[in-house]
């Protein structure tokens, strides 16, 4: 196997395991993970260097499962003492190795080989660093692990960059790249800049595979999270109306350049409704507590049968999580689509309803976490200033019926999504749905409810 196993040592394979299964960013959860290669990239510095750093695969296979899923290792080996308080993952030799996210000196590496563009390669692998743009990117900015919740490790670079580090890899491009570089290319104000990403390829089984190990963009100065805005100024009896507005037009900017870059088509409604009924069958089967609003669901999904949808990129899972207020002004992030869905579903071209669908549920969401008599006002008036955003006052005219279908989807999507992440949660878009799968003939104005 190669990378093999025993490439690195048994106590490598069998820390490295251990410090992927108990990762946040771990998808086999609940399930028995078995190290099936481990392939230990080239060297990204000289011999000799303190520490010295690589990048590393594990791929992971489960029993009761078919196919595997590759992690993202960032390995630093130091001979001499390692970062304080930081825990070494396993020893080698004479040498300990640690994360190396979480040595600032370690992501300091990644941040030169950057800057060099440089590329490596042996008979295990090749790694090789892309820069677009420099800006003010600079090899001494002090490195500094990100502790908020994230599904991939990142590192902060002074006030300046990013280092997304992928954790979980997807073989092939990477969506966030891929969606950063077109938005920036576009001239779009609303996402980061690019500065770079890295690549890597290695064989396992004698088959080539590839895949973005990392991207670097532009650090958001003073960015405040989305949600934690929003349930601070619900908190404090506040309108978040504005800021609504303001996201539903750098939803509006950022798919119309999203058309430009990646073109449009249409799809036959029906096809999108049979795929929302297929999902709503999938969830009922993990989410019982879904079966009582299967038929109204159905018939509302039924409803997209007489439309041909235009469709085109999208954001894929667009709630006030994935928006950062900045003093120049939002900006989203975060492109890679729910991660529940396989890439090729996530990359498939969809009604941009999806989008609107989803920051509509985040309101509903917030003031579902911050309940009091005010909540539903609060999100009524977020939904009517979003939509007027987004739609640029125009309104929704035919679009409230596909809009509808694609808040009852996403509200299914959340129940399972609760049921196996936080089940205290799932009342929320349970409640939803008790609007979202009624009657279908009218625009109904009550909690949850489409308009
Ligand atoms: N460009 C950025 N500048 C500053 N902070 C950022 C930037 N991008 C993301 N973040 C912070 O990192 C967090 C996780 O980012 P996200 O892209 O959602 O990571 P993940 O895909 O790993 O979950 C965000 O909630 C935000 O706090
Ligand atoms: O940010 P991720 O890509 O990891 O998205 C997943 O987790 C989200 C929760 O962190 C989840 O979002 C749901 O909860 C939010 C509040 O925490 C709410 O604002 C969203 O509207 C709701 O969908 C998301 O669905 C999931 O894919």
Redesign the pocket.
Known sequence: MSGPLDGLGDEAVTSLMAAVGGAR?FAGKGRQPTPRSLTALPWLNEEGAEPRVRLAVLEVAYPDFPGTEHYQLALAQRHGPGPEGLAPLYTDGDATVYDAAQDPEAAAVLLQALLEQRSVSDDDGAVRFHLRERGALSPDLPARV?R???????V?FGDVA?I?L??RLELGRNL?IEVHAALNDAGTADV?GLFGWTEATWSSDGVVLGADLGMC?????D?V?GWDLALEVLRAGGTFADHAAALGRALAEIHAALRTAFGTSERPGADVAATMAGRLRAATAVAPALEPYAAGLQERFATLGEAALPVQRVHGDFHL??T?HTPSGW?I??F?GEPAKGIAERVAPDAAWRDVAGMLRSFDYAAASVPGPGAAAWRDACREAFLDGYTGGAGLGDGAGPLAAYEADKAVYEVVYEVRNRPDWVGIPLGALTALAGPTTEHTTHEGAPR
């Not at 908020?148 to 990142?154: C, D, L, P």
């Not at 963009?217 to 100065?221: D, G, Q, Y």
């Open positions: 960013w990100f908020g919740q994230q599904s991939n490790t990142s902060m990013m997304k992928f954790r966030d980061a963009v532009e650090k958001l100065a960015a999270d999580g994935q950062l900006k992030i975060d890679e």
